[in-house]
């Protein structure tokens, strides 16, 4: 299959001469493809725009050796004039594509396209806070990831009850028997919005107090990086 098309969202780009570009997208049915646009940097280049991170486009790709090549592509989904133009939603967004990078590293997986399209789309439109929503997606992306946490019952031994302390090594909520000393506690709000965040429950989760968000935004952020083994290093330049 020398030429193929697909769907695929772009996550990052890199200079590749004095007028090419190598695109990193994730797409809807090849898994995380690496393919070299020519000429997207010329000022005459005609879909150029379309291949930005945060970009949806419908792209035609041929088969190379190492690295494929763009040889068309439509947009689907414009959200990188908009995400771009908002510092939060710009850190949000990054933090969102450095994330599907590293979870679809071995291969792809449609559920990944699919959400990450759906939050940079939300982001886009600003139908929730920025925080709100980048959390959200870190929490839904590790739980398909197989890493799905725990808010109710203890994540060690599935005790049933009211937990307070969370362990991100762990898994999320544990109870006292499995709770190491000195593990930090969480009260009843933090810990229904970080379940209301992983259920997409947006009507609590918006109503949540700015300090019980901060609570659930740290806790997201030590799980995500526990999981992927590594800093996300567009995490640091969050706007929170």
Excluded: N
């Excluded at 291969?107 to 709100?132: I, M």
């Excluded at 379940?195 to 429950?201: H, N, R, V």
């Amino acid at each position: 299959m020398p030429v193929y098309r697909d769907e695929a969202v772009v996550l990052r780009t890199h200079k590749l001469g004095e007028a090419d570009r190598i695109v990193t997208m994730l797409t809807r049915q090849h898994g995380k493809v690496r393919a070299v646009a020519k000429g997207v940097r010329r000022t005459a280049s005609k879909f150029g725009a379309r291949l930005e991170p945060f970009m949806v486009a419908d792209v035609q790709l041929y088969e190379g050796r190492s690295l494929d090549i763009v040889t068309q592509a439509e947009s689907i989904g414009s959200y990188g004039a908009q995400i771009t133009a908002d510092y939060g939603s710009y850190t949000a967004a990054s933090a969102m594509v450095e994330t599907a990078d590293k979870l679809t590293e071995a291969e792809g997986s449609l559920q990944q396209y699919l959400l990450l399209v759906g939050a940079l789309r939300s982001l886009s439109r600003r139908e929730h806070g920025t925080s709100l929503t980048l959390d959200s997606y870190l929490l839904r992306a590790l739980s398909m990831a197989g890493w799905a946490p725990s808010f109710q019952d203890c994540s060690r031994c599935a005790a049933v009850g009211d937990h307070s302390a969370v362990v991100v090594q762990l898994g999320g909520i544990v109870c006292d028997d499995c709770a190491p000393p000195g593990s930090p506690r969480l009260g009843t709000e933090a810990i229904t919005l970080l379940s209301a965040l992983l259920t997409g429950d947006w009507v609590y989760a918006e109503a949540a107090e700015e300090r019980t968000k901060a609570q659930a935004t740290g806790i997201v952020s030590a799980y995500t990086q526990w999981h992927l083994e590594r800093s996300l290093r567009s995490l640091e330049h969050v706007s929170r």
